[in-house]
């Protein structure tokens, strides 16, 4: 998997400043929606915990010359459980929709969700697209799939 740094991570072009999650954060939030999250994205959470990417374009899978999506903001894990970035606010709200062991961890600048969807042993990464009667898109076959994927968005250039 590449290194997070690759894809400079900001808030309003500065560094991320927000601390990155503690363990038992992480242990909480994992107990509370009963899922255990994948190591690389931890890793995403400590070193960037939320944030806006700049190599943020990704074209689905099986799906060349489909149309782009672009991650917007990647969403933060904290005590603040009533920001609408954090984890814990967006997996509660998003959870109806989604389902169980589906847990949104970045949103487009539409508001469409990017989620880890656990439900089986090799985590994947879907979009639920909410302006298409939530339809669900297949995006990467892991969390590593998708960060490698990650690219600028060449008509962006």
Known sequence: MRNFSELNINEKGRPVGRPSPTNGAIKEFQSH?????????VKLLQHSNGGHPEVDSIEPIGRPKAARWAVNRFYHLDDDKTSTANLWYVTEKWR??????RIPFAEDSGGNQFFL???TSAPSVKLCVHDEKFAIVEIAPSFEAFIDALSVDPDMI
Not at 33 to 41: D, M, T
Not at 96 to 101: A, C, N, S, V
Request: aromatic share 12%; no cysteine; hydrophobic share 40%.
């Open 96 to 101: 109806p929709i989604l389902g169980e062991y």
């Open 33 to 41: 929606v009963g899922v255990i999250l994948p190591e690389s994205y």
């Open 117 to 119: 969807d656990l439900k």
